[in-house]
């Protein structure tokens, strides 16, 4: 039954003559789920994921492809005839439960080189790596006239192979840095013959070229989403919110049936160092907005949203539906489509999150939602062409092998531990039918997600969503759960459990030092004591408020022993609270943000430390803490005192042996899982509970 909340979502719509049975779709993204060894065929894998899309209530789903150009590139092809009956089994899945498909095409352009290491890529021109908008790019070859005409028709027939497969539509990606955008963009067209940079229709008219082929070799029926940057944000001679409304009329004009808009962000240091662009508005504004993008924030200046004002403007310039994209949730959708700002909602992370997301949204069951936490984690892997994994989701890419079917044998399953890894265990093993006891010495779920989201913050990761949703979860199945209390080996011999699963998380990692026990220093264990102990009268959002004006335990000037991830954030932390902050580690310059996502949020999270005073010493030896401050040894051999009235260890966590000790043999099957068994991320953590939940 349809929530009457969302009753603007649950509108059918339609682009050309397809029908969508609601305003929410899965857009076009690379999974890299192919194996490159059977030449980029379809495989179950990725038809089992966009079946449960389909399934899980979406209005359109839209597949991606590789780049259509030949070379060694990845993802599933559709360069040739012989690729359609994989393509035609995607079909059918999606066409099952009463959900249009769409594929979505596109070329690399320029981009080639620089992701997969193929021959020169094409641009619309050749720009010098100085004058670059990407200097991280390899230059390009510009395009000839006849190679345009090849890649027209390029376009041309891999929409007629998508629609003998059993497609609906096609998604004409001219977006990102693409090569279809750099002719649409005079930062990257610098060309002068009938398509450059001279006039509006000059450098659309690759673009209109290839849908009036499309259309011609198809069909005039053919629907055709354009998708396009509406803007490039902070790049001189980039596209504007006025050119992309001209764009949007002129593709409307060649027949396309929906525009379909995102937006590329250019991101910059203070010192106007370009550091990349991105297509995530909320990888731009982080780790601090610093007043960007002001005119263009619908979801409060930390990127949620931040392109529906633009859908907003081209809306009222076409008469076609107008698609958005952006972190945008189904509040943020529901109010945009009421207001008319556009038509259909696009969604990609929040989908891998939860595939049966639309479907619960329409039911109304919001607190089912597994939460996009926005981590970033599928992206990373994406851009390093390993397969995308969801931090939040375990059965991403494993539909079939972690569908939910009953248990063989009932069991009764105890877990000591409510962090991630306890409760996905308990949820997995509740759903299956288990009897499943919960255990857990603090006085509320969560392990250190709390923490955690009070240091990391609640603007760009949902990490307090994610706890909040896992305690649903637990609670709703009918886990039996004990907080407060600390499980022994007697608790355990009185509940007798045929299961027990350790994941009580790690140890902290204390240095022996002299002076380690000093006033002046805060452990990580002692650091999560007095946070857990302030828990208990407020919640993470008001201790982080509280602790902008009172941080009573911690001194102006700051050293953190460790540089990994934890230490690194706890910098920021600090630092955005008036703190002088000076990192030492014993790692290598390289290992400094370790377990930090490597595209986008490592780099930037590392440059404003820098930009922002915090010094990091690199290869050092801890030698003793005094009440002056550490005193250590440089990797030039140089003993040296860094004054510190604070000195906290932020050190990687130690595997938790001692409670595996104390329950061996205390339960017929006894496993160590998460933090216990091996301190990861919470990536990993959420993997072994599920892992488990699903073995026993």
């Not at 004409?172 to 930062?187: E, K, M, Q, V």
């Amino acid at each position: 039954m349809n929530s009457t909340k969302f009753k603007n979502l649950s509108k059918p719509i339609y682009i050309g003559k397809v029908r969508l049975k609601n305003r929410m779709m899965k857009n076009g993204t690379g999974l890299f789920w192919d194996d490159p060894s059977t030449g980029g065929f379809m495989n179950d894998k990725y038809i089992a994921f966009f079946e449960a899309l389909a399934k899980g209530g979406a209005g359109l789903v839209v597949s991606a492809t590789s780049p259509l150009q030949v070379g060694p590139l990845p993802g599933f092809k559709i360069i040739s005839d012989e690729y359609i009956p994989g393509y035609k089994k995607l079909a059918e899945a999606i066409h099952k439960y009463d959900c249009p498909a769409f594929l979505q095409l596109f070329h690399l352009g320029g981009m080639s080189p620089l992701f997969f290491k193929a021959p020169a890529g094409i641009s619309a021109s050749s720009i010098p790596k100085n004058e670059s908008p990407r200097p991280g790019f390899e230059v390009a070859r510009e395009i000839t006239i006849p190679e345009i005409h090849d890649v027209v028709e390029l376009f041309a027939k891999a929409a007629e192979r998508t629609k003998k497969a059993g497609f609906d539509g096609t998604e004409l990606n001219g977006g990102c840095n693409h090569l279809l955008n750099s002719f649409l963009s005079r930062a990257w067209n610098k060309r002068h013959d009938e398509y450059g940079c001279q006039t509006m229709e000059s450098r659309a008219r690759i673009f209109i070229e290839v849908i009036k082929e499309m259309k011609r070799l198809n069909g005039k029926d053919w629907p055709i989403i354009a998708l396009m940057n509406a803007m490039e944000v902070d790049l001189k001679d980039g596209i504007t919110i006025e050119e992309s409304k001209q764009f949007a009329k002129m593709f409307e004009e060649a027949g396309a049936d929906a525009i379909e808009i995102r937006s590329e962000y250019y991101t910059w240091t203070k010192d106007v160092k370009r550091r990349e662009s991105t297509h995530f508005p909320d990888a731009y504004f982080y780790p601090d907005h610093e007043g960007r993008l002001e005119d263009y924030v619908e979801g409060g200046g930390h990127g949620a949203g931040a392109n529906l004002p633009m859908a907003a403007e081209i809306k009222k310039a076409v008469n076609i539906p107008v698609i958005c994209m952006g972190k945008m949730d189904w509040e943020m959708g529901e109010k945009a489509i009421r207001k008319g700002k556009v038509d259909i909602i696009s969604m990609n992370r929040r989908l891998l999150a939860d595939p049966a997301l639309p479907k619960k949204v329409l039911e109304g069951r919001i607190e089912d939602i597994t939460p996009c936490t926005s981590c970033m984690t599928c992206f990373n892997l994406g851009e390093h062409f390993q397969p995308v994994a969801c931090r939040v989701n375990a059965s991403l890419g494993k539909e079939r092998e972690y569908e939910i079917t009953p248990a063989k044998k009932k069991k009764k399953v105890m877990i000591i531990g409510g962090g991630p890894a306890g409760m996905e265990a308990a949820r997995v093993a509740a759903l299956r039918g288990h009897e499943v006891i919960l255990y857990d010495k603090e006085n509320r779920l969560g392990g250190s997600l709390p923490v955690a989201a009070m240091v990391k913050g609640f603007e760009r990761e949902d990490i307090l969503g994610l706890a909040h949703y896992l305690n649903i979860q637990v609670t709703k199945l009918g886990v039996k759960i004990n907080t407060g209390k600390e499980a022994t080996p007697e608790t355990v011999a009185n509940i007798n459990p045929d299961v027990l699963i350790l994941a009580a998380g790690g140890k902290h990692n204390i240095p022996d030092i002299p002076g380690i026990n000093g006033s002046n220093v805060l452990t990580g264990m002692e650091l999560h004591r007095q946070l857990k102990f302030f828990f208990k009268f407020a919640g993470p959002e008001l201790l982080r408020k509280l602790s902008a004006i009172w941080l009573p335990s911690i001194g102006k000037n700051v050293v953190i022993m460790g540089g990994r991830l934890h230490g690194c954030q706890t910098a920021e932390f600090l630092v955005k609270r008036g703190r002088k902050v000076t990192i030492v580690d014993t790692g290598t310059k390289k290992e400094i943000g370790d377990g930090l996502i490597e595209v986008f949020l490592k780099p930037y999270l590392l440059y404003w430390l820098t930009d922002h005073g915090v010094q990091i010493l690199t290869e050092v030896k801890y030698n003793r803490i005094t009440k002056k401050g550490l005193t250590l040894t440089t990797k030039d051999g140089i003993k040296k005192t860094i004054k510190a009235d604070t000195i906290i260890t932020a050190l990687p966590l130690e595997p938790n042996t001692e409670l595996a000790k104390s329950m061996k043999g205390k339960a017929k099957e006894v496993y160590t899982i998460g933090d216990a068994k091996e301190p990861h991320l919470i990536f990993d953590a959420i993997a072994d509970g599920a892992r488990i939940g699903h073995e026993i």
